[in-house]
């Protein structure tokens, strides 16, 4: 069973061009979320989706930033515009199907951003 | 506002001794603690999890206890090997959903 899959794994983007990160959640997995981490910093929640549906996007910064999670496909995180505070790691996370609260998060390898 | 604290100084410990590792957090009610390990240039990896109405958990070497009165969470390995030398991260979450509020990680250092 492949676990969370994220690409690409590094990605360099000059400021202004947009970046998108792609995460394949664990098989069998319905819940996806983002995070990410700045350098010497801890991770911080972005968003939470579900299939087609953005559960809490309360960690989200207001402007350039937007998350999808298809019916078919990766979820996608896209940041337009990019700016050098972008730069960091972007962690997807996945966890099981609806149960009751709570279960752990398996996190990808992160993708690391690079805003020149 | 929520505040989660973990001690950002490494912690360095001679191979076979335990390894304590502290989570403090203010402002909050958890429903559950996590704790992840992270190595360098990796995703974090789930290690344990403790419910609000447990006091402890353990998983082979490793012990987690859980004091809500004292809004801490201690993170035990015993037996410590250079192997267990990484980045540990608590995360909290409510039952107001699943997201993960984390602290920032305290870095051990096992030597041989």
């Not at chain 1, 676990?3 to 061009?17: A, D, F, I, S, Y």
């Not at chain 1, 019916?71 to 960091?88: F, N």
């Not at chain 2, 998983?59 to 206890?65: A, D, N, S």
């Amino acid at each position: 069973n492949a676990g969370v899959m994220q690409n690409p794994r590094h990605l360099v983007r000059r400021r202004g061009q947009e970046a998108r990160l792609r995460c394949s959640p664990m098989k069998g997995h319905s819940h996806v979320y983002w995070y990410r981490q700045l350098p010497e910093e801890g991770l911080k929640f972005m968003v939470y989706l579900q299939k087609e549906n953005i559960i809490d996007e309360s960690g989200m910064p207001k402007e350039r930033f937007s998350a999808e999670f298809p019916k078919e496909g990766p979820s996608i995180l896209r940041i337009q515009q990019v700016v050098r505070g972008d730069s960091a790691a972007y962690f997807c996370a996945s966890s099981p199907s609806p149960g009751a609260l709570p279960y752990e998060q398996y996190f990808g390898p992160g993708t690391r951003l690079t805003v020149t | 506002s929520q505040k989660i604290e973990q001690n950002s100084e490494a912690l360095n410990i001679q191979e076979g001794k335990t390894a304590t590792l502290t989570c403090n957090y203010t402002n909050y009610s958890p429903a559950y603690l996590q704790w992840y390990r992270q190595d360098p240039g990796r995703g974090p990896v789930f290690l344990l999890l403790i419910r609000e109405n447990e006091k402890e958990k353990r998983k082979e070497r490793l012990k987690v206890t859980f004091d809500t009165t004292l809004k801490q969470s201690l993170f035990h390995i015993t037996a410590s090997q250079p192997a267990d030398s990484a980045t540990y991260l608590c995360a909290l979450g409510n039952n107001a959903g699943n997201m993960l509020t984390f602290g920032g990680g305290t870095r051990l250092m096992v030597k041989p």
